[in-house]
């Protein structure tokens, strides 16, 4: 397998995380209306991305295998907690 060929799959191994993580970002400010957010846009999308990919790869570990559905239900919860988290203010 070739190097292109490797950052493809990379590439198809993290979409999802990515994917997440920017949905959350755009739609926590509509769910969390009367917080202040806590960090910027860029911010919150780039850490709900890290923890996706986090959650993926423990996965990866796991069951030695990509593609488990406990894998990606994992994969929302770390994200759906690091948004909560980074978008609940600093009080």
Known sequence: MGPLD???HLANFLAPAIV???LLA???PLFNKNSP???GFIVQA???CIAG??????GLWFFGRDG???SYAALL??????QWVGGRGWR
């Open 6 to 8: 490797q950052l493809y």
């Open 53 to 58: 990919a986090m959650a993926l790869g423990i």
């Open 26 to 28: 755009l739609a926590g």
């Open 68 to 70: 488990k559905m406990a």
């Open 77 to 82: 919860v770390f994200a759906v907690t690091s």
């Open 20 to 22: 997440v993580g920017l």
């Open 46 to 48: 780039a850490i709900n």
């Open 37 to 39: 957010v806590a960090l």
